[in-house]
């Protein structure tokens, strides 16, 4: 049972390391897009969603669910220097924890459940 078990803890260590990589994609191409407009490089004020698409296209911004819509959507006060250094704790944040979960074994993984089971059922 516990080799059978151990094959859905690979699944799941897997799983939550390319959450972490989604993630980390999504962070830190917000982070270079509130720069690029702090710094003027990038203009999206009174133009066309077309031209802008084309801007982050030429920039090698990334597409999520075939769309640039995770930066376009963001509100116009999110786009300001602290939400900006935010963002960059959270890429810091968010390799950390990606660095945490490959170095766990998938046995440390279901030997650290076992301990939070146990503490439930002792309650």
């Known amino acids: 049972f516990v080799k059978f078990r151990l094959g859905f ?17 999504i962070l830190t191409n917000r982070a270079r897009f509130i720069k690029m407009i ?22 090698k911004f990334d597409q999520v669910s075939e769309s640039f819509d995770y930066l376009l959507n963001m509100p116009i006060h999110s786009l300001t220097k602290e939400r900006y250094e935010d963002l960059l704790k959270q890429v810091i944040e968010n390799e950390n924890e990606t660095i945490r979960i490959k170095a766990i074994l998938p046995m440390d993984m279901y030997k650290s459940d076992l301990v939070e089971l146990r503490k439930k059922l002792v309650k």
């Open 38 to 59: 702090i710094d003027g490089k990038l203009k999206v004020n009174n133009r066309p969603k077309a031209d802008i698409v084309i801007d982050l296209e030429k920039s």
């Open 9 to 25: 803890y690979d699944k799941r260590k897997a799983y939550a390391l390319q959450e972490l990589a989604d993630q980390h994609k």
